[in-house]
């Protein structure tokens, strides 16, 4: 199981931005699926973006052309670039690792709170 280390949560407007971090120290990251989840108080877990280890990327329809999802292998790290949010989009994002081989299990990030209010 990777560790996987979450920032860039916080408080923001309506129409505002935030860019969510996930680095782990995996050795062989490039390999791994990643994918971005969300929580939000009194619902069930979702899957917000998800980005494979040859850049596929699948979206949420709820958050299509306002997010967006990228990874950089060298840094062992992925994002996501949270534009124009909404109320809505207030929950609590957990970053999912999957490292596609039967070594190394899959695992969650600790979560990063985005509130979005006025």
């Known amino acids: 199981q990777v560790p996987l280390v979450e920032s860039g949560g916080g408080l923001v407007q309506p129409g505002g931005s935030l860019r969510l971090s996930c680095s782990t120290s995996?050795?062989?990251?490039?390999?791994?699926?990643m994918g971005w989840y969300r929580q939000a108080p009194g619902k069930e877990r979702e899957l917000v973006a998800l980005i494979t280890s040859g850049g596929m990327i699948n979206y949420a329809d709820s958050v299509k052309g306002r997010f967006t999802n990228s990874r950089d292998n060298a840094k062992n790290t992925v994002y996501l670039q949270m534009n124009s949010l909404k109320p809505e989009d207030t929950a609590v994002y957990y970053c999912y690792a999957d490292p596609r081989t039967v070594l190394v299990r899959s695992s969650w990030g600790q979560g990063t709170q985005v509130t979005v209010s006025s």
């Open positions: 995996g050795s062989m990251f490039s390999s791994y699926t």
